[in-house]
């Protein structure tokens, strides 16, 4: 089951955004006055179709692109004016697998948190401990180019994690892959959501949402549409799932899974 948020003693938002603009030089508003707000420790889950702007939100939030206007905090810490300490509380998993070919499993683990200030006897230390616990100690001496498409996906979690984030962004991490590793995947994030880290995922796999996340965003045309957990988001779209809650909302409830046996039997 998806862990919820706390609710005791922590205050301060993992990822508070007010009044979020990106526009582009050229003109297009990828987003339009966002509002999101993320718990210490919460598991949650952004979903929107191609283009909706998840990835600029991600960028926005981790310095990859500057917001036009707006405000972002990590843990309290402003994003723009107080990059360092916001940057250092974040570990971001990428869709695209941009890892250094010529360096070993060990080598990008280990200069990774090197640039986070990670001492060696420490960065040693969280490289065995991740190594163990992504299945890749066998691999510490490949070179990265040599890995399989799964251990490089293994790799690219693990490398966000080793300066110990308080916030993981997982920006479709399980794309591509098999089940067994989608499986493995969902167990290893779990189990870091419940050491207690917050987690914000972006996926095009409802049932993953489903699976992992307390609540989930709806964003498309660069806005926030609703938020909520499945079982809500379903409800106020008036259907019985999360997905055709977000079929409802990109305009495709023809393709509801529910339709499937009528239309046969009509045809029949």
């Not at 939100?57 to 310095?63: A, E, K, M, N, R």
Request: hydrophobic share 35%; proline share 3%.
């Amino acid at each position: 089951m998806p862990s919820s948020a706390p609710s005791s003693a922590r205050t301060t938002p993992a990822l508070e955004i007010t009044d979020l603009v990106k526009r582009y030089p050229n003109g297009t508003e990828a987003l339009k006055g966002v509002s999101l707000e993320i718990a210490d420790g919460e598991f949650f889950g952004l979903l929107g179709p191609n283009g909706a702007g998840k990835s600029t939100l991600i960028h926005c939030s981790t310095g990859l692109a500057g917001p036009t206007s707006g405000d972002i905090r990590v843990f309290g810490h402003n994003a723009v004016s107080d990059y360092r300490a916001a940057r250092e509380a974040v570990g971001l998993a990428p869709q695209e697998l941009n890892i250094d070919w010529f360096l070993t499993v060990e080598e990008t683990l280990d200069f990774h948190g090197g640039y986070f200030g990670m001492t060696k006897q420490d960065r040693k230390e969280r490289v065995d401990e991740l190594l163990e616990s992504f299945s890749l100690t066998e691999k510490r001496n490949d070179r990265t180019r040599e890995l399989s498409g799964g251990m490089k996906r293994r790799l690219i979690l693990a490398r966000a994690l080793m300066h110990r984030p308080r916030l993981l962004i997982l920006d479709e991490p399980t794309a591509g892959v098999d089940v067994e590793l989608r499986l493995e995947l969902w167990h290893y994030v779990r189990q870091v959501n419940l050491e207690g880290t917050t987690i914000l995922l972006t996926t095009h796999y409802l049932e993953e949402a489903e699976q992992l996340c307390s609540r989930i965003a709806f964003i498309n045309g660069g806005e926030i549409v609703d938020q909520g957990s499945s079982a809500e988001l379903a409800e106020r779209f008036g259907v019985g799932s999360l997905e055709d809650a977000y079929l409802e909302l990109v305009g495709r409830k023809e393709l509801s899974r529910a339709h499937v046996g009528t239309e046969e039997e009509a045809e029949a």
